[in-house]
């Protein structure tokens, strides 16, 4: 690569619920090409004049369809890394984004699988580039945004019980929280029509029979809540 060029990419942290237990993944996928072939890393694509997007956001949408090959629930751009070190090939940056799956996503093949995302945090599985960085960035916008949004309801299952939006909300904050508040959370959306009541309902091996509820979510976005979620100082 020429020293006066720059070699910008678009990633994708890709994050599932998984079921037993709840914890959330991050899809990888296992790069073909030097650098670092062979290793798994984000799904992402190179963006330069000779590439068909016309913007960042097309570039992830090629991403997501020709790497990850999934298709979220969500998804937002949280920033852009660059520096002269990051890639061995000189000077790059990244855009990233934060793309939310359903939990009944799966992937096929050997070139894709998700893996535990706190074991990518803690670097127990280690990323080229700065892809452990990106990771940990995206974690933390999905926390700041749960404290004040309806976003961790993205990653569950067309329907859905009290208990399970609890852990996905405790997945994404990495802590627990107040059953209370979270019920009090879920029938404001159900006045609002964010949420709606299925008339059904779950019966667990162990334990009361458990009311499904449906994410109705509008526009594509998350609902903001006017209080956040975590005690003061939390």
């Known amino acids: 690569m020429s020293t006066s060029e720059v070699l ?29 072939a062979g290793q798994w890393a984000l799904p992402g694509v190179i963006v330069n004049g000779r590439t068909p997007d016309i913007s960042l956001e097309g570039a992830a949408e090629r991403a997501l369809r020709e790497k990850a090959r999934v298709v979220p629930c969500y998804m937002e751009q949280v920033g852009t890394e660059g520096n002269a070190f990051r890639d061995p090939r000189g000077w790059s940056l990244s855009t990233y984004y934060l793309a939310l799956l359903g939990p009944e996503q ?17 670097r ?3 990323l080229p580039f700065d892809h452990n960085l990106l990771v940990e960035r995206a974690r933390e916008r999905l926390a700041a945004k749960t404290v004040y949004s309806s976003l961790p309801l993205s990653l569950l299952a067309e329907k859905f019980t009290v208990l399970d939006a609890l852990g996905a909300v405790q997945a994404c904050l990495g802590q627990a929280v107040n059953n209370t508040s979270l019920r009090k959370r879920l029938e404001r959306l ?3 029509g964010w949420v709606k009541d299925t008339g059904e309902k779950n019966q667990p091996r162990l334990g009361r029979p458990q009311q499904l509820y449906r994410y109705t979510p509008q526009a594509e976005r998350a609902f903001t809540f006017d209080r956040n979620l975590l005690p003061e100082g939390a």
Request: zero cysteines; a neutral charge.
């Open 8 to 36: 910008a990419s678009v990633d994708i942290v890709a994050l599932r619920m998984a079921a037993e237990p709840q914890q959330l993944q991050v899809l990888l996928h296992r790069r073909q090409r030097e650098p670092h």
């Open 106 to 122: 799966h992937v096929a093949g050997d070139q894709l699988a998700f893996f535990d995302l706190g074991s990518v945090l803690a």
């Open 124 to 126: 127990k599985v280690l």
């Open 190 to 192: 159900r006045e609002l």
